[in-house]
């Protein structure tokens, strides 16, 4: 057996652990029993990667290797990549069957408090805490859980258990929420399988002693086998001392492990020869599908067409099935109204028979039966005659009740109009405001007669008109009043079109003002610019005159003073100008400020007066 060691300076190696389940699919070091019974198969643990796992120091320490560098043994299980979920955390029915399981666990082992499947469907962080507490107890039974950060030790705990799925900090916030708690009751039935494997391993314990040489297979269904752990063992002394190759360890293991499981060579060389035999029929598929790579395609549109046929099919067999429903139910009443005619014919024969043996034996002479024939006609048309006469009477009172409803009708709808309208003039009831002690309500009673109207007409037209003729009075005051203020509404809105051009004339005035004064500014910014360059040259001439020449010192300096005065006498009178430019401004804004408060004054007044006038 060879071991992968690393090329990196630290030359670590991975450890015995890492290093058998790697090579657990060998045969040679392989039983049976150890193909379906890991030691990590209840806690769904996966298969670690090479060059994935975490390095640990060793058991043994530390020690220098053949080539200088240190070797450090491993002891880790899962890798660093995350690993996918593999469980079903959004079928519902699986996660009912993970509270099912917990919820048994619970109660099996007496937990303190009340928990029910319903109470587990959604639990609250406080109940969470004290389930995992007593989960995790069975490991730790002094363990409390801390009252802050939690959210960091209980993920930690999971993983250092060697949970292969992690768990947020978030989700300790939020155990009970939809998206939280499956992943939380997963771990929790995850936990507690951990805790059912501690326990048997704990009741069945296996001593290695010299009495257990080979082992055997406990009530849990894991093999301790003392050969195994001296193989481990014996190998890692040799890796310690420099070597990398252990040949004649695993010729000697493999040979015990022919003596003990009874291998046959023949029967793995028929398995060797089978296994060659697979691989090359492999191969050969895998030729054939390279040859033909469009096998699948053809075949799977074979098989979509062959389904479109079959839908086609059964819609026609299940077209054929309703048509045959269909003529089975025209039949059944096809078939009923057969034996319908067949007893009306039976009837009909009957009647005849009856009629013709009364025919038969009746009394009467052919002369009377004329007789009483002629009679019935006479009798026939006298009740034709009357029935005629009593329909048009019906037919009279008919469009007399249907006229009498008409107008009924119209005389209601009158009188509700008359109401409406009544109220909205606040003439009913009677302690409106302007029925002025007067009932104006009209009592509609058909059965008091045609006059029943005429009464109400004598009572309430004379006070109705008086109502009229006072309310068009005031309308008509009204109205006078209304033409008066609309004269003069005209002629304020006149004023103030006459204020409006006065005050737009003075606002173009003052911006022509504000325009000559920025310009005045402007010419002497320039100026003063002017000033300063000149005076700026004048210092540089000095300087030249002072650094190359002595003559003319006197003058130079007379005319610099000269031109400083001069400077100063236009700065002067430009700060005079630019101020009485602002004083003229200032006092023409004021002028227009106190102009345009009493054009405003104005307009108020006039909005004032040309207030719509309410008349009540």
């Known amino acids: 057996m060879r071991r992968s060691s690393s090329i990196?300076?630290?030359?670590?190696?991975?450890?015995?652990?890492?290093?058998?389940?790697?090579?657990?699919?060998?045969?040679?070091?392989?039983?049976?029993?150890?193909?379906?019974?890991?030691?990590?198969?209840?806690?769904?643990?996966?298969?670690?990667?090479?060059?994935t796992l975490e390095r640990k120091v060793s058991f043994f320490g530390k020690r220098t290797s053949g080539v200088g560098g240190s070797r450090n043994?491993?002891?880790?299980?899962?890798?660093?990549?995350?690993?996918?979920?593999?469980?079903?955390?959004?079928?519902?029915?699986?996660?009912?069957?993970?509270?099912?399981?917990?919820?048994?666990?619970?109660?099996?082992?007496?937990?303190?408090?009340?928990?029910?499947?319903?109470?587990?469907?959604?639990?609250?962080v406080k109940d969470f805490f004290k389930i995992f507490t007593f989960i995790y107890g069975f490991f730790c039974p002094s363990y409390e859980l801390p009252d802050s950060k939690f959210e960091e030790e209980i993920p930690r705990i999971f993983k250092e258990l060697g949970y292969p799925f992690p768990l947020s900090k978030s989700s300790m916030y939020t155990v009970g929420a939809p998206h939280t708690w499956p992943?939380?009751?997963?771990?929790?039935?995850?936990?507690i399988d951990c805790v059912k494997l501690y326990a048997a391993m704990k009741e069945s314990a296996p001593s290695f002693d010299e009495g257990q040489s080979f082992g055997g297979e406990t009530d849990d269904g894991i093999v301790h086998n003392k050969l195994f752990m001296d193989y481990c063992v014996k190998c890692y002394?040799?890796?310690?001392?420099?070597?990398?190759?252990?040949?004649?360890?695993?010729?000697?293991?493999?040979?015990?492990?022919?003596?003990?499981f009874n291998i046959d060579e023949f029967q793995i060389e028929g398995l060797a020869a089978d296994n060659k035999r697979l691989h090359e029929?492999?191969?050969?598929?895998?030729?054939?599908k390279e040859s033909e790579p469009d096998r699948r395609v053809t075949l799977r549109n074979l098989k979509s067409s062959l389904q479109a046929d079959v839908q086609k099919y059964q819609a026609y067999l299940a077209n054929l099935d309703s048509h045959i429903s269909i003529l089975?139910?025209?039949?059944?009443?096809?078939?009923?109204?057969?034996?319908?005619?067949e007893l009306e014919v039976e009837a009909m024969k009957k009647e005849n028979a009856r009629l013709q043996h009364i025919f038969d034996n009746q009394k009467y002479s052919v002369a009377d039966i004329e007789r009483i024939n002629h009679e019935r006609e006479e009798l026939q048309q006298t009740i034709n005659k009357l029935t005629k006469e009593v329909e048009a009477e019906e037919h009279q009172l008919w469009n007399e009740e249907l006229k009498y409803a008409r107008n009924k009708e119209a005389i209601e709808m009158q009188l509700s109009e008359y109401h409406k309208l009544a109220r909205k003039l606040k003439l009913i009831p009677v302690s409106a405001e302007n029925s002025k002690g007067r009932d104006f309500e009209i009592r509609f009673n058909p059965e008091e007669g045609p006059n029943c109207l005429a009464n109400y007409r004598k009572e309430i037209k004379g006070p109705l008109m008086d109502i009229i003729n006072q309310t068009e009075e005031e309308i008509r005051k009204a109205t006078h009043q209304k033409i008066t203020l609309d004269e003069t509404l005209e002629q304020l809105n006149a004023m103030v079109v006459d204020n409006k051009r006065s005050v737009k004339m003075l606002k173009e005035e003052a911006e022509k003002l504000d325009d000559l004064y920025h310009q005045k500014l402007q010419e002497a910014e320039?100026?003063?610019?002017?000033?300063?360059?000149?005076?700026?040259?004048?210092?540089?001439?000095?300087?030249?005159?002072?650094?190359?020449?002595?003559?003319?010192?006197?003058?130079?300096?007379?005319?610099?003073?000269d031109l400083q005065r001069q400077y100063q006498v236009v700065m002067q009178t430009t700060t005079e100008e630019s101020r009485k430019a602002g004083d003229k401004l200032n006092r023409l804004l004021e002028v227009i400020a106190t102009h345009v408060v009493s054009i405003e004054g104005c307009t108020s007044k006039t909005s004032v007066w040309g207030a719509p006038v309410q008349i009540h």
């Not at 992943?183 to 936990?191: H, N």
């Open 8 to 51: 990196t300076g630290s030359s670590g190696r991975q450890s015995m652990m890492a290093l058998r389940v790697q090579d657990s699919n060998k045969m040679g070091l392989q039983t049976p029993q150890m193909k379906d019974r890991g030691a990590f198969a209840k806690l769904s643990m996966s298969k670690p990667t090479p060059g």
């Open 73 to 124: 043994s491993q002891y880790g299980v899962f890798g660093t990549e995350k690993i996918k979920d593999p469980r079903p955390l959004h079928d519902k029915a699986f996660i009912q069957q993970c509270i099912k399981q917990l919820c048994e666990f619970l109660v099996e082992n007496g937990y303190a408090h009340n928990v029910s499947m319903k109470s587990l469907q959604s639990p609250s």
């Open 183 to 191: 992943q939380i009751v997963t771990a929790l039935v995850w936990l």
């Open 237 to 260: 002394e040799h890796f310690m001392k420099g070597r990398d190759t252990f040949e004649e360890l695993d010729a000697e293991v493999q040979s015990k492990l022919k003596d003990l």
């Open 281 to 288: 029929e492999i191969a050969r598929l895998e030729k054939e």
């Open 328 to 341: 089975e139910q025209k039949m059944e009443s096809v078939n009923e109204e057969v034996e319908t005619a």
């Open 526 to 561: 320039e100026d003063d610019q002017k000033c300063a360059s000149e005076l700026e040259l004048l210092e540089k001439h000095k300087q030249l005159l002072e650094s190359g020449v002595n003559e003319g010192l006197s003058e130079a300096t007379n005319e610099l003073h």
